[in-house]
């Protein structure tokens, strides 16, 4: 199947500053990238949706300026939490939409492993 | 987009067959249905997909009715290794398509010894 990565897979910062988090498609291209957020217990939410070349299209509620989106490339789109607070910490979850395999395989979202953060 | 419902947990031992059943009564017509597998502190991972009939790969089978309208992913011979969050979820793959999924709370699987 598709690969995606994610790093840094944990981080820990202090409250105000700003966290970047990347995701990338290791053996396709990923036009479309989505991010989710996860807290304990709890659901994936989607936060946004990311295109390639364009802006990305934010969920109901969740705060773009805050939470700033770039997919630069076809392979590499990243996340960053600004002036981060205690209440931003949470499991951010990254995946890419596959348009075609090279080996073949199914047309659906891989994710990626996470990144763990936590503002102190 | 549409909504699934599935229980929220199932008990199990190991070796025997788990059936989880979701139900999308508003599936669309180009939506298909997929299933996700989810460890604690880990990225969901795709264990099958479908839009009718039945499926089956090397790790799981999915059977989806006429109508569509609801959906079992099929574990045989569970272990002790299958205890994780299992999501189904369905969303437009097809060319063009928003591809936004929605999770829903997903079924907690245990399986005991």
């Known amino acids: 199947g598709a690969v995606v990565s994610q790093h840094p897979s944990r981080v820990i910062c202090k409250s105000g500053t700003s966290v970047k988090i990347e995701c990338r498609s290791l053996?396709?291209?990923?036009?479309?990238m989505f991010w989710y957020r996860q807290f304990p217990k709890q659901s994936l939410m989607l936060m946004a949706t990311?295109?390639?070349?364009?802006?990305?299209?934010?969920e109901q509620g969740v705060e773009k300026d805050k939470f700033l989106i770039n997919h630069a490339s076809l392979t590499l789109s990243t996340l960053t939490v600004t002036s981060a607070h205690p209440e931003d910490s949470s499991f951010y979850i990254c995946?890419?939409?596959?348009?075609?395999?090279?080996?073949?395989?199914?047309?659906?979202?891989?994710f990626g492993p996470g990144t763990r953060l936590l503002v102190l | 987009l549409a909504k699934t419902t599935q229980p929220i947990s199932m008990d199990s031992y190991e070796g025997q067959e788990v059936n989880i059943t979701c139900s999308h009564n508003?599936?669309?017509?180009?939506?298909?249905i997929t299933w996700y597998q989810q460890f604690p502190s880990q990225g969901p991972r795709f264990i099958i997909q479908?839009?009718?009939t039945k499926v089956t790969n090397e790790v799981a089978s999915l059977f989806i009715p006429a109508d569509r309208k609801s959906s079992t992913l099929s574990l045989p011979r569970v272990s002790l290794s299958d205890t994780a969050v299992y999501y189904c979820?369905?969303?437009?793959?097809?060319?063009?398509?928003?591809?936004?999924?929605?999770f829903g709370t997903g079924t907690q699987l245990k399986v005991e010894l």
């Open positions: 995946s890419a939409r596959t348009v075609t395999l090279p080996s073949g395989g199914q047309e659906t979202q891989y």
């Open positions: 990311s295109n390639e070349g364009s802006k990305a299209t934010y």
């Open positions: 979820l369905v969303g437009d793959f097809t060319t063009g398509g928003g591809n936004k999924l929605t």
């Open positions: 479908g839009y009718k």
């Open positions: 053996d396709f291209q990923a036009t479309t």
């Open positions: 508003n599936i669309a017509t180009n939506d298909y």
